[in-house]
């Protein structure tokens, strides 16, 4: 059992906040770990709670879709979020909930290693980036954190709210695509 399997296995099992009184699943993550790109939620919806998986409703297939864009896809990218268990009625984590699973995230982070992070929307931008980080003028830009390249994209839920959007996430997605040719 890898140690990252090990991790898994832990998380299976977390009550260190409110969210597991309610959770159907832990959604830990997917993908790889050998992944060079790390792909990060702010937390699992009703599907994902469902299935035990990130990102496979609505927004997942969206998500799927943009990577296919830059010829990539989840045998190749891990995808986790910042909290593992799905807040009620979808809304935004709490600090409180985001403070009880960084332990998972970070150590996922650590045995994974990616060179590059993407933030999926605002709420894990702000933890990544920079705490004042604004989805609308700063998606799409590179930041340097602990010798990784992050970037936030919007997040698919939005995209699927307001397709407007999809023509700037698509220039995101090419400077993906060039940072990841590079690895």
């Given amino acids: ?76 990218v891990y995808i986790a979020n910042m909290v593992k268990c799905r807040p009620p009625k979808n809304r935004d984590p709490l600090p409180t909930e985001q403070a009880a699973c960084e332990h998972w995230l970070s150590r996922q982070i650590e045995l994974i290693n990616p060179r590059i992070i993407v933030c999926l929307g605002r709420i894990a931008a702000m933890r990544f980036i920079k705490p004042d980080f604004k989805i609308t003028r700063e998606h799409g830009q590179w930041f340097e954190k602990d010798g990784r390249r992050v970037m936030a994209l919007y997040h698919p839920a939005a995209l699927l709210r307001d397709p407007r959007k999809r023509p700037e996430t698509f220039d995101d997605l090419k400077r993906i695509q060039a940072a990841a040719a590079k690895l």
């Fill in 1 to 76: 059992m890898t140690e990252l399997e090990k991790l898994r296995e832990e998380c299976l099992g977390c009550e260190r906040c409110e969210l597991c009184r309610t959770r159907t699943n832990v959604v830990f993550g997917v993908g790889p770990e050998t992944a060079r790109i790390m792909f990060i939620g702010e937390g699992p919806g009703e599907n994902e709670d469902l299935q035990g998986v990130p990102f496979v409703g609505r927004g997942g297939k969206l998500l799927d879709d943009m990577l296919e864009l830059i010829n990539l896809d989840r045998t190749k």
